[in-house]
């Protein structure tokens, strides 16, 4: 929840809401199974999730919010075009005229890595993991060979 975690603290640090009028958390969550091996570990597998985002007395505009949710998402989510992620909603409902109340869903898809550790709490395929972060480094292009010098 690394994407729900990262856009409630941007809107916090943007003043667009106050912490106390900010909460936020998953629901639907769904898993996938991938298991797709790396360097230092795997990539167990993709959580999918809506980041529920509900915010009270909201001071920004309508258009402000709708810019500096698609920017943040635009800069820091960017494989969500290469996903199958839906489009963000919100409802908002204004208080008076110069706040509202909003509840904003965003959809997210995120990777899970284990890492391996000598003592770590999963067993997977007869080694220890514990979840983490790495870098899956991916070739863009490659030379097959068959082994022999010429």
Not at 22 to 49: F, H, M
Not at 96 to 113: K, R
Request: proline share 5%; net charge negative.
């Amino acid at each position: 929840m690394k994407k729900l975690t990262a856009l409630k603290n941007y809107l916090i640090q943007l003043q667009v809401v106050t912490p106390e009028k900010l909460v936020a958390y998953p629901e639907n969550n769904r898993i996938d199974i991938i298991s797709k091996p790396g360097e230092k570990g795997l990539e167990i597998s993709q959580v999918t999730y809506d980041a529920i985002f509900e915010m009270d007395q909201v001071k920004v505009s309508y258009t402000a919010l709708v810019a500096i949710i698609s920017a943040w998402l635009a800069e820091q989510d960017t494989a969500r075009n290469n996903q199958a992620v839906g489009q963000p909603q919100f409802d908002y409902d204004p208080t008076d005229n110069h706040t509202a109340d909003i509840q904003l869903s965003i959809e997210f898809c995120e990777p899970v890595y284990l890492v391996e550790t000598e003592h770590g709490p999963i067993n997977y395929d007869h080694q220890r993991y514990d979840t983490g972060d790495y870098d899956l480094w991916v070739a863009e292009t490659g030379e097959v060979t068959d082994g022999s010098t010429r």
